[in-house]
């Protein structure tokens, strides 16, 4: 079983930059197809985007392709979303969430992955 602990959440202006990480322990990292979510206040929990477990299948939601980057060390056993040209919109508690099937492709749906992190607030101010 991996443990997940997402960091480097915040508080942000538009149109700025914020780097979130997923540290993973406890198990083999680089087994695992990994993704993130978010899930603002009264809302459900939204895909935001996804990579396999060799980092070269990635996937995300329309409303960020463009802007955020999704990336992973299995050396660091770490995953990281990079977040740029943020919007008040992407405001929302972010999760990161591990996947043990390393479906390709990856999957989208929250029911599908098996760990998850405890979620790090990041808040876009207009």
């Known amino acids: 079983q991996v443990q997940l602990v997402e960091s480097g959440g915040g508080l942000v202006q538009a149109g700025g930059s914020l780097r979130l990480s997923c540290a993973a322990a406890?198990?083999?990292?680089?087994?695992?197809?990994m993704g993130w979510f978010r899930q603002a206040p009264g809302q459900e929990r939204k895909f935001v985007g996804a990579?396999?477990?060799?980092?070269?299948?990635?996937n995300y939601a329309d409303s960020v392709k463009g802007r955020f980057t999704i990336s992973r060390d299995n050396a660091k056993n770490t995953m990281y979303l990079q977040m740029n040209s943020l919007k008040p919109e992407d405001t929302a508690v972010y999760y990161c969430?591990?996947?043990?099937?390393?479906?390709?492709?990856?999957?989208?749906?929250?029911?599908?992955?098996?760990?998850w992190g405890q979620g790090t607030q990041v808040t876009v101010s207009s």
């Open positions: 990579i396999s477990w060799s980092g070269r299948s990635t």
């Open positions: 406890g198990g083999t990292f680089s087994s695992y197809n």
């Open positions: 969430a591990a996947d043990r099937d390393r479906a390709i492709p990856v999957y989208i749906t929250p029911r599908r992955y098996d760990y």
